[in-house]
């Protein structure tokens, strides 16, 4: 099976390389950001997301942003990071993963002696949650895959996949190990309307790598589940709390209509999207024109306001188990284990 | 309040003219339909849909076919008319109401006294589908807005109203006669994928008529549920069993959130959507291109398939009332009231 990466430091010049996945499928492109300005325009189009993939990027940025710096003084140097750190975090408010790869960096370089060695603190700590962040999608993988029957048909939303990641995905790395470890494995990917990342990106990582999968829009989800087409859910998260777990919009609606058939619902996700501290969440509101208009055509009517909320919240009590790097976590998620689970 | 007329006949040009609804809301444009053949077309490409609008389309559709006919004998005159008959019914195998508005005419037709006489008799039944289908959903109008709370947020999918009917519309009849009797009612419209009837023709025409209306995709229907935000679901139909309302693809969806938030669920619809014969109902399998491609840009990758049935079945304890021209029916819906309904 093919692993694809989604992003990576490029050491020759010194900047991230990236996939550009507002192109997709239409086009396979490679771009670069050689600064901070570029990576944080790149991850608000969305040419780089997912929650994990966010959490590389953060820590990355961070690399990118020490390896440009021109400031000789630590102070100085140490101010116009941080600058960055904070441009960069509010790109997408609501993704946990993406403020924890820029305070992973940050506080790898706290008591370097000297801006050079502070550089090469935040690119090794940069590497190191690249590295991380693969060997955790493979460990959900792996505690996932034990959770799904063979043969058997899953449900996802949205893009939980090797393009949401460094590499192999959550969700659909679950899915991935399943099919390494021989079980019969196909996919029925929701469209994931406005931003269609399910048609667009989920259905074409899939079909890279050979496995089956069929794209429906996100209101034949419930109709599949009625006519007894799907024997799991599963979906990545942007940020888990005591409460909730907060997802690409419309995840919500697959976890009741789950519910409503008694089918699974899975959450795949690294502990890094946890955020247990009880912080309000912010759900992003996007623009109207990812909503009124497709490609060349605009939908709806003019002066008639859209809801666009890039995220939803699905209460703990609809998800039947977490899949972590740590292994499965059950219901009812008492708080101090996700909380000793998370920093153990 | 104005009363958009979706399809209506022309005496002059002997034709049916029609507002092409695959051009809205971008383009406002009144076509003509001077043959089945053009009939047939528009009502496969959707130029002319919703259920009852479909019922006054089979009923003028014999009319054109029987004013049209060049044949001289009765014999020929019948079979010609009963081959145009055979045309336009397979050109939307779900839709009960076309079979039904095609069988009046057909009907009423029968033991003329010669072509002129049978010309004319169609063309006066037609006329009398029309005139009863516009009366007919200002008395759902009226019967279903005793039932709206003031104020209330009602949620709809798809387009149920004027535009798929003669006018006025079914459960956008019962908003429009809610707003007529001084309620205070605002609409959420689901955009309707995947063909946008919700955003494009829904929110198109009650922001003609000054009716407040936001645009959310599908998939935003239960998180707008969750935070209270509705009050009352709304849909038509296109095919009533004694076991489940058909009705475009996603409705089923809803119906299911719509239970899980405790949130009454409407059908509006004529009783000429009932269909309680036991019929076996075919589910309409549309083409690939109106999930994968939108506007000028393809979504799904090549060799991906998808799913595109047009319509799903959401069983009748989903369904809180159904409000018909006869009154508001309610669970358990027993067969036998429904065809005493029906055939009073």
Redesign the interface.
């Known amino acids: 099976m093919k692993d694809t990466r989604t992003l990576w430091w490029d050491p020759e010049h010194q900047s991230i390389r990236y996939i550009e996945q507002t192109l997709l ?2 086009r396979y492109e490679i771009r670069e950001c050689r600064s901070i300005g570029q990576l944080a325009a790149a991850i608000r189009r969305l040419g780089i997301r997912g929650a994990p993939a966010l959490g590389v990027a953060g820590a990355f940025g961070i690399a990118l942003a020490a390896s440009r710096c021109r400031e000789r003084t630590p102070e100085r140097f140490r101010a116009s990071i941080v600058r960055s750190a904070g441009l960069l975090r509010a790109t997408r408010p609501t993704a946990v993963n993406l403020g924890w790869g820029i305070d992973r960096v940050l506080n790898a370089m706290q008591g370097a002696e000297g801006v050079a060695e502070a550089r090469q603190r935040a690119l090794a700590e940069a590497e190191r949650v690249f590295a991380e962040d693969t060997a955790c999608c493979h460990a959900i993988g792996e505690h996932g895959a034990l959770l799904l029957p063979d043969p058997c048909t899953v449900l996802t ?1 949205c893009n939980a996949g090797a393009l949401a990641c460094s590499s192999w995905g959550t969700a659909l790395g679950v899915i991935r190990s399943a099919r390494e470890a021989k079980k019969h494995v196909k996919v029925v990917a ?5 931003l ?1 990342q399910g ?2 990106l989920t ?2 990582e899939l ?1 890279q790598d050979g496995i089956p ?12 589940m ?1 006519a007894g087409a799907i024997d799991a859910v599963i979906v990545g998260a942007d940020r888990i709390t005591g409460e909730a777990v907060f997802n690409k ?2 995840t ?3 976890a ?2 789950a ?2 058939h008694a089918i699974p619902f899975y959450v795949a996700a690294p502990l890094s999207t946890f955020e247990l501290t009880g912080k309000p969440c912010i759900i992003e509101e996007r623009g109207r024109d990812e ?2 208009r ?14 666009n ?1 890039a995220f ?2 699905t209460p703990l009590d609809l998800v039947s188990a977490i899949i972590t790097e740590r292994g499965v976590v059950r219901p009812p998620y008492p708080m101090k284990d996700l909380m000793l689970l998370k920093t153990q």
């Open positions: 499928p239409q939303h929701c469209e994931t309307r406005p269609l048609a667009r259905a074409w079909a999968v069929t794209v429906i829009t996100d209101s034949m989800a419930a109709d599949c009625r919009i419309g919500y609606m697959v009741v209509a519910r409503f909503v009124a497709i490609g060349n055509r605009t939908f709806v009517p003019e002066g008639v306001p859209v809801k909320p939803d919240a």
